[in-house]
């Protein structure tokens, strides 16, 4: 497995922009599709965003869609979430996770926290209004 700590959250006002990062850990960091999932205060955590192996593929929950983006570098074991027009109900811990080696991003979109393998320590995103 990956070994993945977050960074980038913080306090912004509504309609701002954040940039997570993800630094991965491990010799076969191209070998795992890799998402964002986020958690709020007393709610499940849920599925943000998905990202093939080689990045070419990305899937996002409806309630992102056209405002976050995800990325990988795999030359540099790095996974990106790039956040605009943030809404204060956005205001989540947001944790980077690796799912299962040389699956497609579909699986994590689909079957969500049973396809994760490693999870990041997450990073906390606050928005105010």
């Known amino acids: 497995q990956v070994q993945l700590v977050e960074s980038g959250g913080g306090l912004v006002q509504a309609g701002g922009s954040l940039r997570l990062s993800c630094a991965a850990a491990?010799?076969?960091?191209?070998?795992?599709?890799m998402g964002w999932f986020c958690q709020a205060p007393g709610k499940e955590r849920e599925i943000v965003a998905t990202i093939s192996l080689s990045g070419g593929v990305t899937y996002y929950a409806d309630s992102v869609k056209g405002r976050f983006t995800i990325s990988r570098d795999n030359a540099k074991s790095l996974v990106y979430l790039q956040m605009n027009n943030l809404k204060p109900e956005d205001t989540a811990v947001y944790y980077c996770?690796?799912?299962?080696?040389?699956?497609?991003?579909?699986?994590?979109?689909?079957?969500?926290?049973?396809?994760?393998?490693?999870w990041g320590q997450g990073t906390q995103v606050t928005v105010s209004s």
């Open positions: 996770a690796a799912g299962r080696p040389d699956r497609p991003a579909r699986d994590m979109k689909n079957m969500g926290l049973q396809e994760v393998s490693s």
């Open positions: 491990g010799r076969t960091f191209s070998s795992y599709p």
